[in-house]
């Protein structure tokens, strides 16, 4: 169940043949603990873990930085995978490839990829402190 102080990042699609990656679903808690779901047609991997501490602290300011909710106008082409954002009741998004031209964004986007990657990669290192591999499933 998702709690107002989350922070969720989901990014990707599950069921474009064209992405590799399908969609990722991270959410950080207060608490610097995290848990990411990664979803390819069909299939699902989930993992848990904790962060460094002050990530979930570093990524509201990171928010707060970025203008959240609100999200320069911008191009979203055509299949154009979709960035969200969900904290404190709010949203935001943005298309996948104009993340790197929003400022403020890109920076909190190159954090919650860094931690998508860290993970997919299966290796603890900063800004994972732990993580353990789940079977699929919702909390």
Not at 59 to 68: E, I, N, R
């Amino acid at each position: 169940m998702m709690d107002e102080r989350d922070v969720v990042y989901i990014s990707g699609n599950e069921h474009d043949p064209g992405d590799s990656r399908g969609e990722d679903w991270l959410t950080v808690r207060p608490g610097d603990t995290f848990r990411l779901e990664n979803r390819q047609r069909g299939s699902l991997r989930a993992w848990r873990g904790t962060l460094t501490p002050g990530t979930h602290g570093a990524l509201v300011t990171g928010l707060d930085a970025a203008g959240f909710p609100t999200v320069p106008p911008h191009k979203v082409p055509g299949g154009s995978a979709i960035r969200e954002l969900h904290h404190g009741g709010r949203s935001a998004l943005a298309a996948w490839h104009a993340g790197r031209d929003l400022p403020g964004y890109r920076e909190l986007f190159a954090r919650l990829d860094a931690i998508i990657d860290a993970v997919a990669d299966g290796e603890p290192r900063d800004p994972i402190r732990d993580l353990t591999a789940e079977d699929g499933g919702a909390d």
